[in-house]
């Protein structure tokens, strides 16, 4: 639209702030639901998650509100509800639109939203992960761009300047929405092909290696055995490979041009690897179990890594297991996903934190066969002789990742 020209305009020239309908009560005094029954209003706070809705409560006297903007002055975030709902007053106003805009945005809905992102745009500065904290003072000053359209009638305006009447160009906003909705489908669309093409290729990837196994799987099903172990007698701890260097001291690097080696520290987050550094003489290692005592996690590497020594050891396994681990990295992947199981018991958000005297006596259960030749076994008890079923704790872990690539194409949608 050609005749649509874009001016600048103080936020406290287009809206006031005004108190929110409230409860008068904190949220503990109140019976929150999760689910509205048609009868219930939304309770809004000064959260973001869910557009500031933390349930719904019984509408009973409460003063509600419905089409409205959201003002939190404390982080600087602006929520639009289309639905009839009430507050918890800390921290947050109602942006009300002065003059003829408030007749305008209640008639083009779409247009409030529109203004509504646009506010967001110029508090969402981002500093220190935090949206720009907008106070009273702040909030009047900031400018926004509006799309604007200059009418005839005077009855119509908005806006005079200079002797020209200009209202808000709803039809043009309501275009801009509808291209960036089509924009946004049609990327989110080719990210999810993107996606679901990988983990398509990840679910064929395990498919055969799984083939690998199967034969030899089916064989050991009828003779397995699953025995307890304490962790003791499988694995000690042992001091890792480390720079003897902090991080701050290391030069880190994001990629591994194949002369670097992982850096493993103990988080979580990329299997624990922070980083590649160049491998100087720093001793290494390859297809180990790091521990973290103090969280309880455990995690498998198949590349060369070194470590920051801080909480961390090497679970080394005991007698013959590591010679028929070493021979099949998916059995020792498999042991690694049992031991997580073990400590992931989430108190408190944390992992369940296993000290030295705590591991060796928790205990795991291992797909093991009967073998005939005293050689081949790991194990003996009372007289028969024992081995770990390769075969069947690598297609056991093969067959679980490709259930997970499946759920991961199956629910991937791109929401429209």
Avoid at 10 to 25: I, M, S
Avoid at 124 to 129: G, H, M, P, R, V
Avoid at 361 to 379: A, F
Wanted: hydrophobic letters at 40%; proline letters at 3%.
């Amino acid at each position: 639209m050609a005749d649509v020209i874009w001016k600048a305009f103080k936020l406290g020239e287009l809206f006031q702030r005004l108190t929110p309908p409230n409860t008068g009560k904190p949220a503990k005094e109140l019976t929150i639901y999760e689910e509205n029954d048609g009868c219930r209003i939304a309770l809004v706070t000064r959260g973001e998650k869910n557009n500031g809705v933390v349930g719904y409560i019984e509408k009973n006297s409460f003063p509600t509100a419905k089409n409205k903007i959201i003002y939190n002055d404390q982080f600087g975030t602006i929520l639009f509800h289309n639905y009839e709902f009430t507050t918890i007053k800390d921290h947050l106003s109602i942006l009300e639109p002065i003059n003829s805009l408030l007749s305008v945005l209640d008639q083009n809905t779409h247009a409030y939203v529109f203004i509504t992102r646009l506010i967001n745009k110029v508090f969402d500065k981002q500093i220190f992960n935090f949206n720009y904290s907008a106070a009273d003072f702040k909030f009047p000053r900031e400018l926004i761009l509006l799309p604007v359209i200059e009418v005839k009638k005077e009855n119509e305006y908005i806006w005079e300047e200079d002797g020209k009447f200009w209202t808000l160009a709803v039809d043009y906003i309501k275009k801009l929405m509808k291209k960036a909705k089509e924009r946004k489908e049609e990327m989110t669309i080719q990210l999810y092909k993107v996606e679901k093409a990988k983990y398509e290729a990840e679910k064929a990837k395990y498919l055969a290696e799984k083939a690998i196994y199967e034969t030899d799987y089916y064989k050991e099903r009828t003779k397995i055995v699953w025995k307890a172990f304490c962790l003791g007698d499988l694995f000690q701890r042992i001091t890792p490979p480390n720079t003897g260097n902090p991080a701050k001291e290391l030069t880190i690097y994001e990629e591994n041009d194949c002369h670097r080696i992982a850096l493993v520290t103990r988080g979580e987050k990329n299997n624990g690897v922070v980083g590649y550094i160049e491998k100087n003489s720093f001793p290494t290692a390859t297809n180990k179990i790091i521990y973290n005592d103090q969280f309880g996690t455990i995690l498998f590497h198949n590349y060369e890594f070194t470590t920051i020594k801080d909480h961390l050891s090497i679970l080394e396994p005991v007698n013959r297991l590591l010679s028929v681990l070493e021979l099949n990295i998916y059995a020792y992947v498999f042991l690694t996903k049992l031991i997580n199981k073990i400590f992931d018991k989430q108190i408190f958000g944390f992992n369940y934190s296993a000290a030295d005297f705590k591991f060796p006596r928790e205990i795991i259960l291992l797909p093991v066969i009967e073998v005939k030749d005293e050689n081949d076994c790991i194990w003996e008890e009372n007289g028969k002789f024992w081995t770990l079923a390769v075969n069947t704790a690598s297609y056991l872990f093969l067959q679980g990742q490709i259930n997970i690539q499946q759920r991961k194409i199956k629910n991937y949608s791109y929401g429209y």
